[in-house]
Antibody, heavy 117, light 112 residues
Framework: QVQLVQSGTEVKKPGASLKVSCKASGYIFTSYGINWVRQAPGQGLEWMGWISGFNGNTHYAQRFQGRVTMTTDTSTSTAYMELRNLRSDDTAVYYC??????????WGQGTRVTVSS | DIVMTQSPLYLPVTPGEPASISCRSSQSLLDSRGYNHLDWYLQKPGQSPQLLIYLGSNRASGVPDRFSGSGSGTDFTLKISRVEAEDVGVYYCMQAAQPPFTFGPGTKVDIK
């Protein structure tokens, strides 16, 4: 069965960098993209960007441009999302999800990130 | 960016009764092939979101047939024919017509 397993809880200081991993199994990794979505405490869902599992092409939401990098390692079927220069308002749960034509059918369990001095 | 709105934002429901959520987009989500790039997700308390409906009206795998999606262009509706207690949570619509993909604010569904 399709599974996306994300890395664990992170606590970071302002200005630091974050790298979340998302290991996929149960499907051909290169046949699908990965969406990254985050959710601040008590808030709604926010799409951060998408990466192709086939060729690594990316599309980032404008508000994260310059601070985010999404990558994949096809040898391990793992996607990564790096966010730099963290601020307190980056405190959120970060999700990866398998993307099919934009839709996110399978989701990871979420990675809780706290940014605090 | 395409702006998504939902109504109502809070929906108290009675088990066994129908329920309906509206979603509107600031631009048409209909492509040249006739597909509406509109998804519905449900986030149950403490869980990751789950896909209910994709391309406006297609139920995702394993989704009960009491859930249905309709609409085209800029106006969409999610209907639950008979609400069950397990349907509580926050429902989001999301447009996947053009990046950045954007979500609606969410509709919280709770049992009366």
């Amino acid at each position: 069965q399709v599974q996306l397993v994300q890395s664990g809880t992170e606590v970071k200081k302002p200005g630091a960098s974050l790298k979340v991993s998302c290991k996929a199994s149960g499907y051909i990794f290169t046949s699908y993209g990965i969406n990254w979505v985050r959710q601040a405490p008590g808030q709604g869902l926010e799409w951060m960007g998408w990466i192709s599992g086939f060729n690594g092409n990316t599309h980032y939401a404008q508000r994260f441009q310059g601070r985010v990098t999404m990558t994949t390692d096809t040898s391990t079927s793992t996607a990564y999302m790096e966010l730099r220069n963290l601020r307190s308002d980056d405190t959120a749960v970060y999700y990866c999800a398998r993307a099919t034509a934009g839709s996110s059918e399978y989701w990871g369990q979420g990675t809780r990130v706290t940014v605090s001095s | 960016d395409i702006v998504m709105t939902q109504s109502p934002l809070y929906l108290p429901v009675t088990p066994g009764e129908p329920a309906s959520i509206s979603c509107r987009s600031s631009q048409s989500l209909l492509d040249s092939r006739g597909y509406n790039h509109l998804d519905w997700y449900l986030q149950k308390p403490g869980q990751s979101p789950q896909l209910l409906i994709y391309l406006g009206s297609n139920r995702a795998s394993g989704v009960p047939d009491r859930f249905s999606g309709s609409g085209s262009g800029t106006d969409f509706t999610l209907k639950i024919s008979r609400v069950e207690a397990e349907d509580v949570g926050v429902y989001y619509c999301m447009q996947a017509a053009q990046p950045p993909f954007t979500f609606g604010p969410g509709t919280k569904v709770d049992i009366k």
